[in-house]
């Protein structure tokens, strides 16, 4: 199955812009998130983000504070939540980032963990609360079981530690677009317009812009300045959360089918 | 303004480090750290740097001397409990000897005000002038609002929607304090929440915010620098020992939630073997039961709150609930340095119930006058267990970290749950 690197050499041989929607895995239930990667991955994603719910998400605004407690109230865990995803992946033409916060990882133990989410075909990975300085063993670790790992830039970042970061980064660069949690909203801070080209400069890998991203505009916005990717993920979580399970998929189909003709 | 003539007339100021507990990434041993998002990363190197720069500084440490002395009214009192004393003493008259150090008597009730009051100087020399800060019991919320009245900073705390009504006379406190309280219903409604949230809007709004942590939890530099404005109460600990009987105490003795009382009073004695170290977690309804706060005790390494610490988690991972009648207690994680002091076999950690710690503030209500916080008195209750093994008269120090005024609806709704 294709990692994450392998699907940025295509998009940009391509000359494309990469959609990676994000999920709460288990918000409704985990049958609906196997369906709605079925969904996402049919409507134009090209990396899918699954969050692991967790009962302290620091780096979460309200939609998926709320998605994760609710799938926690649910019973969801992580081994659910791989078994799920060794189920369905080899249907997928998207390969899955995994998201989850430290603690989860560090309790199992890095090298269990690893071990673990790649044979369930999990091929990259991002933690929101864990900064470069924290990050040796983790990436040792994921790079031995082939998982890459996503670093985090922030607009609060200096130069120096977006050098340091971009040359750890595997896969691509998350850049955030917002000093603050994830959540949509209204418009794209103008910064980022700034900080692309200064991270593309410092780097040959790709970028992806995250937090905040909300509509079809914004993502074309992202595209023109320069982004390799745009991962929307409150306004999908949202969407699907609403109504029946059914009616949120239908909602996330369409909404994702915007999302990939607005970088088209 | 660091050359070493300066640096040498500091010495003697409480802010120096008698150990070299933590190491450059913040580490105590295994603990510590900086585990938050690369939002905040900038923000606590820029701390970090401006409390390296104050925290020698003579104009910084005048401003805070001058005010720990004249606003919070410092040193407080090393108090001989004398009728606690001999509620403990064997019949020949030996037993251990109990002194209190009087941090209740700081104003606004706490140790507290110690932490809140350098976080607001520095804040301000840092240019921050919105203050945001959390709180459980509301001790530590109602330091940083007074603070912020003092110095003219906007605050913001937040707390837990659960607390705000067990605690509803502090709530009141901060509001007439000009402070904004922001209820947080996420999750439990208590500490762990409130901290989340504070947490979420530092990252938002890092720029203009300083985050007064009330704790020597969270990411590096807060633990230690934490732990370094309540060093105050050790090294007064130490002097006053000196004075009343010539030597150090023999046992330090101190409630633990996060744990900055405890750490302001062992700090100075970290380095002194002869002298034990003992920290009380509370057991709320007992620790064999879901429902307590034993972190040290129950508790395994995890990261919380941008630290790596001791922690109350399920199988999966997942921080769970703590429970205790004290608000300032009901915390899941705790300081990274009293993991370490436990790891090391520096200090001893043990736990005390709801019930042993309401009648522990009821015996020191009846026998010394004194109502302390129901935070303080799980240190307290302990000398039940620990008094009949001292031999000789050992001399021991109890961190009288807070008053009891706010708690007395709870003690009382309690009392009369249980006569029920």
């Known amino acids: 199955m294709t990692s994450v690197s392998e699907r940025f050499q295509t998009l940009k041989e391509n000359n494309q812009c990469a959609l990676i929607p994000f999920i709460t895995a288990g918000d409704p239930d985990l049958e609906t998130t196997a369906q709605a990667l079925r969904v996402l991955d049919a409507a134009g994603a090209d990396l899918i983000e699954l969050g692991v719910p967790y009962s302290d998400p620091l780096a979460d605004g309200p939609t998926i504070q709320a998605a994760a407690t609710r799938a926690l109230q649910r019973g969801v865990t992580l081994q659910k939540v791989l078994d799920m995803v060794r189920s369905l992946h080899a249907e997928l033409t998207a390969p899955i980032i995994l998201f989850t916060y430290y603690n989860p990882i560090y309790f199992r133990g890095v090298d269990v963990f690893m071990a673990q989410i790649a044979e369930a075909g999990v091929k990259g990975l991002v933690i929101p609360d864990l900064p470069l300085e924290e990050s040796t063993a983790v990436l040792e670790s994921a790079t031995a079981h082939g998982i890459e790992v996503i670093l985090l830039v922030a607009p609060t970042s200096p130069t120096e530690r977006i050098d340091a970061i971009a040359q750890k980064s595997q896969g691509f660069i998350y850049l955030v677009s917002v000093t603050g949690v994830t959540g949509a909203r209204t418009e794209i801070a103008s910064r980022v317009q700034d900080l692309l080209p200064q991270l593309q400069k410092s780097t040959q890998k790709p970028v992806g812009v995250g937090f905040g991203v909300s509509q079809p505009e914004h993502a074309k916005q992202l595209k023109d300045w320069g982004a390799n990717a745009v991962i929307v993920g409150s306004a999908v979580v949202k969407r699907l959360a609403e109504g029946t399970p059914a009616e949120g998929l239908a909602a996330i189909d369409t909404f994702c089918r915007s999302l990939k003709a607005a970088l088209a | ?420």
Request: net charge negative.
């Open chain 2, 1 to 420: 303004m660091n050359d070493p003539e300066t640096l040498a007339t500091v010495t003697t100021t409480p802010l120096s480090p008698t150990s070299t507990q933590p190491d450059q990434l913040g580490r105590f041993g295994r603990f510590g750290g900086k585990y938050v998002p690369e939002t905040l990363m900038p923000a606590l190197t820029e701390l970090e740097t401006a409390y390296q720069q104050y925290r020698h500084d003579p104009e910084f440490q005048a401003e805070l001397n001058g005010l720990l002395k004249d606003y919070v009214g410092r040193p407080s009192p090393l108090y001989f409990a004398e009728r606690l004393t001999a509620h403990y003493a064997r019949p020949d008259g030996s037993g251990p000897q109990i002194y209190l150090k009087r941090e209740d008597l700081n104003h606004t009730g706490a140790h507290k005000i110690n932490n809140a009051l350098a976080q607001a100087i520095l804040a301000k020399r840092m240019g921050k002038q919105r203050i945001i800060a959390e709180t459980g019991a509301g001790q530590h919320g109602v330091a940083t609002a007074t603070v912020c009245a003092r110095f003219g900073l906007d605050c913001v705390i937040y707390m837990g929607v659960q607390d705000m009504e067990r605690q509803s006379l502090n709530v009141f406190r901060m509001r007439l304090l000009g402070a904004t309280v922001q209820p947080v219903a996420a999750g439990t409604g208590t500490l762990k929440d409130a901290t989340s949230e504070a947490i979420r809007d530092w990252v938002t709004n890092v720029e203009t915010t300083h985050y007064i942590l009330g704790s020597v939890a969270g990411p590096h530099p807060y633990p230690m620098m934490v732990r370094d404005f309540h060093a105050v109460i050790g090294t007064e600990t130490r002097q006053q020992c000196l004075e009343k009987w010539g030597g150090l105490p023999d046992i330090l003795l101190a409630c633990v939630g996060g744990g900055s009382n405890a750490m302001g009073l062992f700090h100075e004695f970290v380095g002194e073997s002869s002298v034990r170290l003992i920290g009380v977690e509370a057991a709320g309804e007992g620790t064999e039961t879901a429902h307590h706060a034993a972190t040290l005790t129950k508790g395994q390494p995890g990261v919380l709150h941008g630290a790596m610490s001791y922690l109350l988690q399920d199988p999966e991972g997942q921080v769970v609930e703590a429970h205790s009648i004290s608000a300032g207690l009901d915390y899941p994680g705790v300081g990274p340095e009293h993991s370490y002091l436990m790891e090391t076999g520096r200090a001893d950690y043990y736990s005390v119930t709801d019930a042993d710690a309401v009648a522990a503030l009821e015996r020191l209500s009846r026998l010394e006058g004194i109502i302390p916080a129901l935070e303080t008195s799980h240190a307290i209750a302990y000398l039940d267990t620990l008094c009949p093994q001292l031999e000789g008269s050992p001399r021991l120090v109890l961190n009288c970290s807070g008053r009891g005024d706010k708690d007395v609806q709870t003690v009382a709704k309690y009392l009369k749950m249980r006569e029920a």
